[in-house]
């Protein structure tokens, strides 16, 4: 922003200031408090998970760039959505259409999922800015296959042998 000659907030200069390369580290443990000028520890509320901490304790599963599934313990599988606000592109598409299948492994290993993750909101939808990029290249066979894609995804979710559930854990 400095470069372009843009105002930067006095809490950014301070996170700059202090050398922090971001606004929270450790795994999403600790924050960067611009009073203070140093990262605190993120106090924890009794009662809720978080999927950071199921990770790190049982790790990924399976992966892509767009969503992950993690073991959450007592036979729960947690499909956690990667993408900027959690937009659901091919990438989504894919993972939770393989996973919810059937004959999937995950399908045999786990008696349920949740469809969620630690961000404060959930998914936006669908990534409409690669519906609008496709569309204005007049690919129209590739939107039919981004479409069906959602199709199958919602009929994966409607038709899994185990029970799915869509929430936000933190």
Request: negative net charge; proline residues 4%; charged residues 20%.
């Amino acid at each position: 922003m400095k470069a372009l000659g843009l105002a930067v907030s006095e809490n950014a200069e301070a996170l700059l200031k202090a050398g922090e390369p971001g606004w929270y580290a450790n795994d999403g443990r600790e924050c960067f408090q611009p009073e203070t000028g140093k990262l605190e520890a993120i106090a924890e509320v009794p009662g809720h998970a978080r999927v950071a901490d199921f990770r790190r304790a049982n790790g990924v599963v399976r992966s892509n760039p767009g969503a992950s599934v993690v073991d959450l313990g007592d036979g729960i599988g947690c499909i956690e959505l990667h993408s900027l606000k959690d937009a659901i592109g091919g990438d989504v598409l894919a993972l939770i259409s393989a996973v919810l299948n059937p004959a999937s492994d995950a399908v045999r290993d786990f008696a349920g999922f949740v469809i969620g993750g630690d961000r404060g909101n959930f998914s936006v939808g669908a990534n409409l800015m690669q519906l609008l990029l496709v569309a204005q290249e007049g690919e129209w066979e590739e939107l039919a296959a981004v479409i069906n894609g959602f199709q199958q995804m919602t009929a994966a979710i409607k038709f899994c042998p185990r029970p799915v559930w869509w929430l936000r854990l933190a």
